[in-house]
């Protein structure tokens, strides 16, 4: 096995995480098209290397099968839409577009499974992501402090006053903040060391090397993501986040089967301190202020809902066609939603399912919530500190993108999809990677 050849691939799967989020400002179809270039030059360079080396999947792929091929399903239906014979779609070249970006983002997924062969790999992934989450906090707050706000080297015209880092829309960084940040919390989780019968002075030299040791670099990279998470002012973004948090929380400590008081008081700390010390400096009177003035007077994200439900009803099983809302919906649009002209609905399952249908929606879905599972059946039953902890981050991350998806489109977004996907790889490797070490 060509080792250099290998830990080059790692390196280049890196790369694609961390410049998704960068371009999204630009021509979303160009950005589009660079990501699934990147993909495809990376797949078919690993495929390369496993003809080349006669190399066996890795166990997590192998033992992932089944969901990849219920991933394939729903793939598969959005690809039948894009040929125009069929007449599946108002809109074929939209749906060929998804069609692409589906098996990009499947693609991803294997590709997580296979080169995240070890224990090393895993952790340094999950850095990634944090270091790129840190960066999208402080170039966000940085515009937003200094009043010179540009989004990826194009001046902002919308959202002037609030963080939205590299992304057009602040929800879709606030979503893509609380991906990162969860595992992010999940790595904090795996440094913690079991509980033992220390007095007072061994506890004070133990909370004395945590402050002086790299997990204290971790925890204000963690602050300060949470910072930029809550300057966002996304009223949802906010609430998936503390409400994931808890949720996973509580699971976390009940399917450890030992919570211990380190993990007791970390969840405790990123509740208490990060809401009422950063808060107060970076604006969470805001966020709860927009909470607090949130009417359905106000907002028309119902309305368009609601019009959505109505576009559905005429072809409920087959959809109208992947990336077609746009298209569709001005037909069903009301005088209740207002002239605003809507590329997405606002709402992750509506728009899914108005465009896949059941056809093609029922078995994404699946996917989701069987991850979820996953994710939670690792953190019951292995006893690796990493996995658990990976596990731990990447439920939250779900829970948090599930319950943020109810008035977002988080998901249509090609950074957050694409992380997503990583995420969703990393319960099936908390799953069933092995325990033994592997160069």
Same mark, same amino acid.
């Given at each position: 096995?060509?080792?250099?050849?290998?830990?080059?691939?790692?390196?280049?799967?890196?790369?694609?995480?961390?410049?998704?989020?960068?371009?999204?400002?630009? $021509?979303?179809?160009?950005?589009?098209?660079?990501?699934?270039?990147?993909?495809?030059?990376?797949?078919?360079?690993?495929?390369?290397?496993?003809?080349?080396?006669?190399?066996?999947?890795?166990?997590?792929?192998?033992?992932?099968?089944?969901?990849?091929?219920?991933?394939?399903?729903?793939?598969?239906?959005?690809?039948?839409?894009?040929?125009?014979?069929?007449?599946?779609?108002?809109?074929?070249?939209?749906?060929?577009?998804?069609?692409?970006?589906? %098996?990009?983002?499947?693609?991803?997924?294997?590709?997580?499974?296979?080169?995240?062969?070890?224990?090393?790999?895993?952790?340094?992934?999950?850095?990634?992501?944090?270091?790129?989450?840190?960066?999208?906090?402080?170039?966000?707050?940085?515009?937003?402090?200094?009043?010179?706000?540009?989004?990826?080297?194009?001046?902002?015209?919308?959202?002037?006053?609030?963080?939205?880092?590299?992304?057009?829309?602040?929800?879709?960084?606030?979503?893509?903040?609380?991906?990162?940040?969860?595992?992010?919390?999940?790595?904090?989780?795996?440094?913690?060391? *079991?509980?033992?019968?220390?007095?007072?002075?061994?506890?004070?030299?133990?909370?004395?090397?945590?402050?002086?040791?790299?997990?204290?670099?971790?925890?204000?990279?963690?602050?300060?993501?949470?910072?930029?998470?809550?300057?966002?002012?996304?009223?949802?973004? $906010?609430?998936?986040?503390?409400?994931?948090?808890?949720?996973?929380?509580?699971?976390?400590?009940?399917?450890?089967?030992?919570?211990?008081?380190?993990?007791?008081?970390?969840?405790?700390?990123?509740?208490?301190?990060?809401?009422?010390?950063?808060?107060?400096?970076?604006?969470?009177?805001?966020?709860? *202020?927009?909470?607090?003035?949130?009417?359905?007077?106000?907002?028309?994200?119902?309305?368009?809902?609601?019009?959505?439900? *109505?576009?559905?009803?005429?072809?409920?099983?087959?959809?109208?066609?992947?990336?077609?809302?746009?298209?569709?919906?001005?037909?069903?649009?009301?005088? *209740?939603?207002?002239?605003?002209?809507?590329? $997405?609905?606002?709402?992750?399952?509506?728009?899914?399912?108005?465009?896949?249908?059941?056809?093609?929606?029922?078995?994404?879905?699946?996917?989701?919530?069987?991850?979820?599972?996953?994710?939670?059946?690792?953190?019951?039953?292995?006893?690796?500190?990493?996995?658990?902890?990976?596990?731990?981050?990447?439920?939250?991350?779900?829970?948090?993108?599930?319950?943020?998806?109810?008035?977002?489109? $988080?998901?249509?977004?090609?950074?957050?999809?694409?992380?997503?996907?990583?995420?969703?790889?990393?319960? %099936?490797?908390?799953?069933?990677?092995?325990?033994?070490?592997?160069?």
């Amino acid at each position: 096995m060509d080792r250099s050849s290998d830990r080059t691939l790692f390196y280049f799967f890196l790369g694609i995480l961390i410049w998704a989020p960068l371009p999204l400002a630009s $021509n979303r179809l160009w950005s589009l098209s660079l990501l699934c270039a990147l993909i495809l030059l990376l797949s078919t360079s690993v495929l390369y290397q496993q003809l080349k080396n006669n190399l066996t999947l890795s166990t997590p792929l192998k033992r992932s099968l089944p969901i990849i091929g219920l991933f394939s399903i729903g793939t598969t239906w959005v690809s039948l839409q894009a040929i125009p014979a069929l007449n599946l779609s108002i809109s074929p070249t939209d749906s060929l577009h998804d069609a692409a970006w589906g %098996w990009c983002l499947l693609a991803m997924f294997c590709l997580t499974l296979q080169l995240l062969r070890n224990n090393s790999r895993i952790m340094l992934t999950g850095y990634v992501l944090v270091g790129s989450a840190l960066f999208q906090a402080v170039y966000g707050s940085l515009m937003t402090f200094t009043g010179f706000e540009f989004s990826f080297l194009i001046p902002k015209e919308s959202y002037q006053g609030v963080s939205t880092g590299t992304f057009i829309n602040r929800n879709s960084q606030a979503g893509y903040l609380v991906m990162c940040v969860s595992i992010g919390i999940g790595l904090m989780i795996s440094t913690l060391k *079991d509980e033992a019968s220390y007095n007072w002075r061994e506890r004070s030299r133990r909370w004395l090397t945590a402050l002086l040791s790299k997990k204290i670099i971790l925890r204000i990279a963690l602050l300060i993501i949470v910072s930029g998470l809550v300057m966002t002012h996304s009223r949802m973004g $906010n609430t998936s986040f503390f409400a994931s948090l808890m949720i996973m929380g509580v699971l976390g400590l009940v399917l450890s089967r030992k919570a211990t008081r380190s993990m007791v008081i970390l969840l405790s700390s990123l509740l208490i301190l990060d809401i009422f010390v950063v808060g107060t400096f970076f604006g969470v009177q805001e966020v709860a *202020d927009r909470l607090q003035n949130t009417s359905i007077e106000k907002e028309s994200r119902d309305e368009v809902a609601k019009a959505t439900i *109505d576009l559905m009803q005429p072809q409920l099983l087959t959809g109208t066609g992947a990336g077609t809302f746009y298209t569709a919906f001005p037909e069903y649009r009301t005088e *209740d939603v207002g002239r605003g002209f809507y590329v $997405n609905t606002h709402n992750d399952y509506l728009e899914f399912s108005s465009e896949f249908g059941l056809l093609g929606t029922l078995p994404l879905g699946l996917v989701l919530l069987i991850s979820l599972g996953a994710g939670l059946y690792a953190q019951y039953k292995r006893r690796n500190k990493l996995l658990r902890g990976i596990a731990f981050g990447s439920s939250m991350s779900i829970i948090a993108m599930l319950i943020h998806a109810t008035v977002d489109f $988080n998901l249509q977004m090609p950074a957050n999809a694409l992380t997503f996907m990583v995420i969703l790889a990393f319960t %099936w490797i908390s799953v069933f990677k092995e325990n033994k070490r592997k160069m």
